[in-house]
């Protein structure tokens, strides 16, 4: 089964830039998250879609960043303009509530390889 | 309070140490609790679930103490390759909300 896809890995780019952050969850996953990750940090949740709707974003700082899930596959996360304290890793993560592992565990996430972004 | 509070490290330990990490929870009604690895540049990984009467996967122990709101866990016999970051996860789920709320990280090196 193939993984959560992300793209691009890294990106630089100077304050008041835009920048945008693809993903591509798992086949078949209605859940999709995006996360902020700092460094020394643990990830902060940014936006919960659920299919193509917005289950919370609460802690998606509306004014310079805005997401997307049109058609409840793949997503894209924007943000403009950049500030210098928007460096970190952004982490797109997909969950499916019937997923069941070998050692009995459900309602997983997996997440992908990330997005390290640079704002000079 | 931060809803998920951990030991902030570092821990430095040789190899074949016992090492255990504290978290500590706000929300009373959170429902399921987990712990990820994460290593260097990469993304977390679900290392295991906790549960309320403890659990053990091979050298790792998980427990989960409701009215401390307190988890932890346990590696016996650290070895080199369990160096990484571990981050205490709670959840909280209603409908079909289901959020993780990941504490800030602990990072563990084991030395030869």
């Known amino acids: 089964e193939a993984g959560v896809a992300q793209s691009p890995r890294y990106k630089i780019i100077e304050k008041r830039q835009s920048v945008a952050f693809w993903c591509n969850p798992i086949?078949?996953?209605?859940?999709l998250y995006w996360y902020q990750q700092i460094l020394g940090q643990g990830p902060k949740l940014l936006i919960q879609?659920?299919?193509?709707?917005?289950?919370?974003d609460s802690q998606l700082p509306k004014d310079r960043f805005s997401a997307e899930r049109l058609k409840g596959v793949d997503s894209t996360l924007k943000i403009q303009p950049a500030k210098l304290e928007d460096s970190a890793v952004y982490l797109c993560?997909?969950?499916?509530?019937?997923?069941?592992?070998?050692?009995?565990?459900?309602?997983?996430?997996?997440f992908g390889p990330g997005t390290r972004l640079t704002v000079l | 309070r931060k809803e998920v509070e951990q030991d902030p490290g570092p821990f430095n330990v040789p190899e074949g140490a016992t090492v255990a990490f504290n978290c500590t929870y706000s929300n009373s009604a959170s429902q399921s609790f987990f712990w990820y690895r994460q290593d260097c540049r990469k993304e977390p990984k679900l290392l295991m679930s906790v549960y309320s009467s403890g659990n053990e996967d091979g050298r790792f122990t998980a427990q989960l103490n409701r009215a401390s709101q307190y988890i932890s866990l346990l590696i016996r016999d650290s070895k080199l390759s369990d160096s990484a970051t571990y981050l205490c996860?709670?959840?909280?789920?209603?409908?079909?909300?289901?959020?993780?709320?990941f504490g800030k990280g602990t990072l563990l090196t084991v030395n030869p």
């Open positions: 993560a997909s969950r499916s509530s019937s997923t069941l592992l070998a050692g009995g565990l459900t309602d997983t996430q997996y």
């Open positions: 996860v709670v959840i909280n789920s209603g409908g079909s909300n289901y959020k993780l709320t």
């Open positions: 086949s078949g996953h209605a859940t």
């Open positions: 879609f659920q299919n193509n709707g917005v289950v919370d």
